[in-house]
């Protein structure tokens, strides 16, 4: 019976009493399909020897399990030494007696991975020695990561490599209507699981994208270009009848120029000008004109004047000849006006001005013309110069004035002035009528240029307009709300000071500003008498010699462990320069998470650096020596050491740039210390570093995008670096991105993948990784807050259970409100957010606009600032929570 107290199959064997049992069991052969490693899950029964009286020296209370790979099946042949063994396989929970008087079995569950296999197939076998066990269930299978569609390209069911840290790159096809824009790849992990999704497929012209399909644009609709952007409905004046269209075709009597986009309307000829007017004075005639009443849907519009010189018959016109002058030109004119010249006196002219635009070419029908005629007879000729009133009453408003015209013959009927929006050309213009020399024009918009002009109305008609005035209203946003409201905010609480530097630090020196680094090594690094250090024995090699592990007399005559670096014979100057450069930056700190650094050796030969020896050498290494066995607050712990010696760096405004388990060191007491100082020796010596194409050599996994990109570097970017430290730490010295190359990380980190946790890794963690990953530095967390979060974590471990996203302590409860203000420059607001219960991330988050005026936020622009700033953090919150690859 089973713990349900079903019937069951099982397989026994119970020889306890007799000595020197040999009993196997074989399975059938079992065909192998795409399997590399096979896992093999037993559940069996196993009796307590003690619960059996007078077995004791037979009873045995374990089994073999055994395995042989071959081609093809063996039938009812079975010869053990063919086979090989995987493991002895015991008992979690093994049964006594009692237990059976209660009718309860005990059933155990294990798991042994056989591979890497190679043959069609494979048996299992069983060797029992003397035990008493049933097997319950063998169940024999294999792990493959899933077809899957991702980004549009579909992966087919793959099989993981056999060795657990390097990864299967698959390439993906693209779905159906679907093409490449980079190559889509996932890489499958030996769980089963893909990871890091790169590149992706986008849908063709004419298709779109939706549940991972790409879908035909239906009727009225079109997509013009590949990509993940949606079909469009058709611009208007055009239209599509079928499915999948890339461009959509124009109504009748509407066209597209050549140049003109898909995604425009399709447009048609203007209609002519309208009121056209004209001024004449002894040498010039001004044609003037308002633009058309239909400009066809374009603004491309454009003027062509036609002269004809007419007799006293409408019939006996003829063009009229080259003598006519046009200023500026005759044809393809952008402005309503046109200026002839050297025109007969006493002749009749027809002018014909054509509106054009970008598709009047498509039409062969008469233009749209307005027509003028004009017998050149004199006009008067008066020049005004327009001024506004430095005391704009106003900010949308302007005062303008001008002095009446002193010669006139003729009677002033009023003033007119046009003004329009310079950016709008004279397309469309307003006008008003005043019959004093002077007018207040308002309802202007704000930051707007304007122009004017103005022209006089006598008896005789207009005169010509005045030379053109600019004006620009004045921006009046800031004004908008009643400065009143300002006395809300609250006065500053000194809650935030707290986030302010720690007084008294000390800052760090860059040796290489002194002129004689010798200087800089003996103003921050004592003289050690070589006497009084004994080497014991070489621990490993350096770039500048080898490392070895011994003892210093101190000057209290106690002995202690140190670290000996030595730099090897035959150096340049330059060589020695760059060893000790490490001494002068190392002794300028002092803090428990840095390495110490015990003085230097400098006046005689072997040059050295004598630092605090770290009993567990190097973290990287360390970990994965002792893969699994500590506690994640023993891991946390190690993690908030490591965070608290780089807060102290950057509170001596010193940036590592090369944080990464391997140069963090650990002691006996699990004490982890940053080392490898040395800027960009640092680098160059980091067998890690690779050359970027700015030329420079950094540790492409462990940096941050703007630090490989530009050299940025800064304690921001050490907080990235710290993030993959957490992962290596979590992940016990697993690589960063596995096998994958750098220019793949480098291109994924790009498109938005972060590192997902490792096994085991309590959320909170991971959390806290991807804060270090923001593309965003700004928004990467300070050290001094990563060092309270761990602090936190250690004090609340129950913070620490949570492996998946759910109910899980909120990593943002402990990034105040007052640093994010900070990074957006809106600190002064701090008290008012507190004030107004927005005391965490989350709660901000939530905040509308409204709330954000509410809170006492009055201008405009910072409202805005605001606003934006928290929806690129709604987006952050979504991302933490969800994002999981
Ligand atoms: O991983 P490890 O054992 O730790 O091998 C390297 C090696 O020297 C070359 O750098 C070890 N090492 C470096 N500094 C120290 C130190 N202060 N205490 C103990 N081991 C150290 C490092």
């Not at 927005?838 to 809170?855: G, K, P, Y």
Request: hydrophobic fraction near 35%; include cysteine.
């Amino acid at each position: 019976m089973d713990e349900h107290n079903r019937p069951i199959h099982t397989f026994q064997v119970c020889h306890v009493m007799e000595p020197n049992q040999n009993n196997w069991l074989r399975s059938n052969w079992i065909f192998r399909q795409a399997a590399q490693k096979v896992y093999v899950e037993l559940r069996f029964t196993l009796r307590d020897c003690n619960s059996i009286p007078w077995v004791s020296g037979t009873c045995k209370e374990t089994f073999n399990l055994f395995y042989y790979e071959t081609d093809e099946s063996h039938g009812v042949k079975f010869k053990p030494s063919q086979y090989t063994k995987i493991d002895t396989i015991a008992a979690d929970e093994s049964f006594t007696q009692m237990d059976l008087g209660d009718r309860i079995l005990k059933l155990n569950t294990e798991v042994r991975e056989v591979g890497p296999i190679s043959r069609k197939g494979l048996y299992l076998a069983f060797q029992d020695i003397g035990a008493c066990i049933a097997l319950v269930s063998v169940r024999v299978y294999y792990k493959k990561c899933p077809f899957t569609l991702r980004n549009l390209a579909s992966f087919p069911d793959t099989v993981p490599r056999v060795d657990s840290s390097s990864l299967v790159e698959v390439r993906g096809a693209c779905v159906e209507h679907a093409e490449e824009r980079d190559t889509p790849k996932l890489y499958c992990g030996a769980d089963g699981d893909w990871l890091v999704p790169l590149g992706k497929c986008v849908c063709s012209v004419g298709y779109e994208e939706m549940d991972g399909a790409c879908f035909a644009c239906r009727p009225g609709f079109y997509k013009a270009f590949t990509g993940n952007i949606k079909c469009s409905k058709c611009p208007p004046h055009s239209f599509s009848y079928g499915e999948g269209a890339a461009v959509c075709h124009c109504e009748k009597a509407f066209y597209r120029a050549e140049r003109d986009p898909p995604t425009m309307a399709c447009t048609r000829p203007p209609s002519p000008p309208r009121n056209v007017v004209f001024n004449l004075n002894d040498t010039c005639l001004q044609l003037e004109w308002s633009p058309p009443s239909d400009m066809g849907g374009r603004r491309d519009l454009t003027y062509n004047v036609l002269c004809k010189r007419c007799g006293p018959e409408p019939d006996q016109c003829q063009l009229c000849g080259e003598e006519l002058r046009f200023v500026p030109r005759p044809q393809g004119l952008t402005n309503t006006t046109v200026t002839v010249m050297d025109f007969s006196a006493h002749a009749n002219y027809t002018f014909e001005i054509e509106s054009l635009n970008g598709v009047s070419k498509m039409i062969n029908y008469p233009r749209p013309v307005a027509a003028i005629t004009v017998s050149t007879d004199q006009g008067g000729e008066y020049t005004y110069t327009l001024t506004s009133d430095p005391l704009n009453p106003e900010p949308n408003s302007i005062a303008l004035s001008w002095l009446e015209p002193e010669q006139i013959s003729l009677l002033v009927v009023d003033y007119e002035v046009k003004y329009y929006e310079k950016e709008h050309e004279e397309l469309s213009y307003s006008s008003t009528r005043t019959k004093a020399p002077s007018v207040i024009i308002t309802g202007l918009k704000p930051s707007t240029c304007y122009v004017f002009s103005l022209r006089t109305r006598t008896s005789a008609g207009h005169s010509a307009y005045s030379p053109k005035y600019e004006y620009e209203t004045t921006d009046d946003s800031e004004y908008l709300i009643p400065p009143s409201l300002y006395q809300r905010q609250n006065p500053v609480s000194p809650l935030f000071f707290s986030a302010l530097p720690y007084p008294g630090v000390k800052t760090y020196v860059d040796p290489d500003t002194y002129e004689d680094p010798t200087q800089a090594v003996h103003e921050f690094a004592k003289e050690i008498d070589p006497t009084r250090i004994r080497i014991e024995r070489v621990i490993g090699a350096g770039e500048f010699g080898e490392v070895c592990s011994g003892r210093l007399r101190t000057l209290g005559k106690r002995e202690i462990a140190v670290a000996i670096k030595t730099l090897k014979g035959g150096y340049v100057e330059r060589q020695r320069r760059d060893f000790l450069r490490e001494a002068s930056i190392m002794g300028q700190f002092d803090d428990p998470n840095i390495i110490r650094l015990e003085g230097v050796v400098t006046r005689s030969r072997p040059v050295m650096i004598v630092v605090e020896y770290m009993e567990n050498g190097s973290l990287d290494s360390f970990l994965r020596k002792h893969d699994g066995h500590f506690t994640v607050i023993q891991l946390v712990g190690m993690l908030r050491g490591i965070a608290s010696g780089v807060r102290y760096l950057s509170d001596m405004g010193y940036v590592h740039r090369d944080l990464a388990a391997r140069n963090i060191l650990v002691n006996s007491n699990l004490v982890c210390k940053v080392s490898d100082f040395g800027l960009s020796r640092v680098l160059e010596d980091d067998p890690e570093a690779a050359y970027t194409t700015t030329g420079g050599k950094i540790p492409i996994r462990w940096t941050a995008p703007e630090a490989i990109s530009y050299r940025k570097f800064s304690s921001a970017s050490d907080a990235w670096s710290y993030g993959i430290v957490m992962w290596e730490v979590m992940s016990y010295g697993e690589r960063p991105y596995w096998e994958m190359s750098n220019q793949d990380v480098i291109l994924s980190i790009e498109e938005g993948y972060r590192l997902p946790a490792p096994m085991g890794c309590p959320v909170v963690l991971h959390q806290l990784m991807l804060h270090c990953w923001q593309k965003e530095r700004s928004q990467r967390p300070k050290f001094t807050d990563v060092v309270s979060f761990l602090d936190k974590l250690i004090r609340n471990p129950s913070s620490l259970l949570a492996e998946s996203p759910g109910e899980v302590v909120d990593y943002h409860m402990f990034i105040s409100i007052g640093d994010w203000l900070d990074s957006i420059k809106m600190s002064q607001y701090k008290s008012s957010f507190v004030a107004a219960g927005f005391s965490t991330l989350d709660s901000v988050a939530q905040m509308s606009i409204e709330d954000v005026r509410r809170i006492g936020v009055v201008l405009i622009g910072h409202q805005r600032r605001i606003v934006s700033s928290i929806q690129t953090l709604r987006l952050q919150l979504l991302h933490e929570n969800g994002f999981h690859v």
